[in-house]
């Protein structure tokens, strides 16, 4: 039950950033998504919802490694 949790918990900013993706490729082709009325918007909430997603999942993986002793000197806490 632990594992799906942590899946789940792993999968979700993992689609954000992906619908992060999603609306700045939007952006580039000049296709304007229904809740935004300025294409600058759009790319703007997309470039945050990346961000967001990827410091999230890349955050867990360092935090994970961590806790394994699994990452070089200069990532350890000191």
């Given amino acids: 039950m632990k594992r ?18 999603k609306l700045m490729r939007d952006m580039v082709f000049g296709r304007l998504q229904p809740p935004f009325s300025h294409l600058w918007l759009q790319f703007l909430l997309g470039f945050i919802l990346f961000i967001l997603g990827l410091g999230f999942v ?21």
């Fill in 4 to 21: 799906i949790a942590a899946l789940v918990v792993m999968l979700i900013p993992g689609f954000l950033a992906a619908y992060g993706i």
């Fill in 58 to 78: 890349a955050g867990f993986i360092l935090y994970r490694d961590r806790k394994r002793n699994k990452v070089q000197e200069r990532f350890k806490k000191k």
